[in-house]
C-alpha cells in the first residue's frame, strides 16, 4: 500500500523536510508514505485567495485517481486517537487502494478537493502550521504503525 500525502508547498525549511524524512523512511514498504509537493498559487498584496485555493485544489485533483480512497486534513474532520489510526491503517491495507492525504494551504482546502474526500481527519482543533502537519502526519503514521506491529515506540 502506497499513502501519498498531497500538501501544497514547496521550498520546505530543512528541519521540516528533514523531519518528514525521518520518519516516512521508517515506513516498511507495505505502507510506504510518498509526498507530493503542490506549488503554491502566487500570493501577494491584492491577490484573490479564493481562485488561489481554487486552482491549487484543482492540481491536486488532476493526481488523484478514481479509485484513490481520499481523506483531506480538516480542523472540522474527526479527530483519531492513535489506536483509532491503526485500525484505520488496517482497514487500507486490506482494501488495495492507494490513500490519499490532502494538505491544503494557508487558505485551507479547496472546495472539490474536500467533496471528493470519504472523510475528514482534523489531527488538533489548533490551526498547525502547514510545514509542520508533515512532520505530524508521518510521525503518526509511523506511530500507528509500531502499534500494529507491537514495537514499542508507540507507548
Same mark, same amino acid.
Given at each position: @500500500?502506497?499513502?501519498?500525502?498531497?500538501?501544497?508547498?514547496?521550498? @520546505?525549511?530543512?528541519?521540516? #523536510?528533514? $523531519?518528514?524524512?525521518?520518519?516516512?523512511?521508517?515506513?516498511?514498504?507495505? &505502507?510506504?508514505?510518498?509526498?507530493? !509537493?503542490?506549488?503554491?498559487?502566487?500570493? $501577494?498584496?491584492?491577490?484573490?485567495?479564493?481562485?488561489?485555493?481554487?486552482?491549487?485544489?484543482?492540481?491536486?485533483?488532476?493526481?488523484?485517481?478514481?479509485?484513490?480512497?481520499?481523506?483531506?486534513? !480538516?480542523?472540522?474532520?474527526?479527530?483519531?486517537?492513535?489506536?483509532?489510526?491503526? $485500525? !484505520? @491503517? #488496517?482497514?487500507?491495507?486490506?482494501?488495495?487502494?492507494?490513500?490519499?492525504?490532502?494538505?491544503? $494551504?494557508?487558505?485551507?482546502?479547496?472546495?472539490? &478537493?474536500?467533496?471528493?474526500?470519504? !472523510?475528514?481527519?482534523?489531527?488538533?482543533?489548533?490551526?498547525?502550521?502547514?510545514?509542520?502537519?508533515?512532520?505530524?502526519?508521518?510521525?503518526?503514521?509511523?506511530?500507528?504503525?509500531?502499534?500494529?506491529?507491537?514495537?514499542?515506540?508507540?507507548?
Amino acid at each position: @500500500m502506497q499513502i501519498h500525502l498531497l500538501a501544497i508547498g514547496n521550498r @520546505m525549511p530543512e528541519w521540516v #523536510t528533514g $523531519g518528514y524524512r525521518d520518519y516516512a523512511k521508517r515506513l516498511p514498504r507495505e &505502507c510506504e508514505l510518498v509526498l507530493r !509537493e503542490i506549488p503554491p498559487g502566487k500570493r $501577494g498584496k491584492n491577490a484573490d485567495l479564493e481562485r488561489i485555493r481554487e486552482e491549487e485544489g484543482a492540481r491536486m485533483l488532476a493526481l488523484i485517481q478514481r479509485d484513490d480512497h481520499v481523506i483531506a486534513l !480538516e480542523v472540522a474532520g474527526k479527530a483519531w486517537g492513535t489506536e483509532t489510526l491503526a $485500525g !484505520e @491503517m #488496517t482497514k487500507w491495507l486490506k482494501s488495495g487502494q492507494r490513500i490519499i492525504l490532502l494538505v491544503g $494551504g494557508p487558505e485551507g482546502l479547496a472546495e472539490a &478537493c474536500k467533496a471528493r474526500a470519504h !472523510e475528514a481527519w482534523s489531527l488538533s482543533p489548533l490551526t498547525l502550521p502547514h510545514p509542520l502537519v508533515r512532520i505530524l502526519l508521518a510521525e503518526q503514521l509511523y506511530r500507528a504503525h509500531t502499534l500494529l506491529s507491537h514495537h514499542p515506540y508507540h507507548r
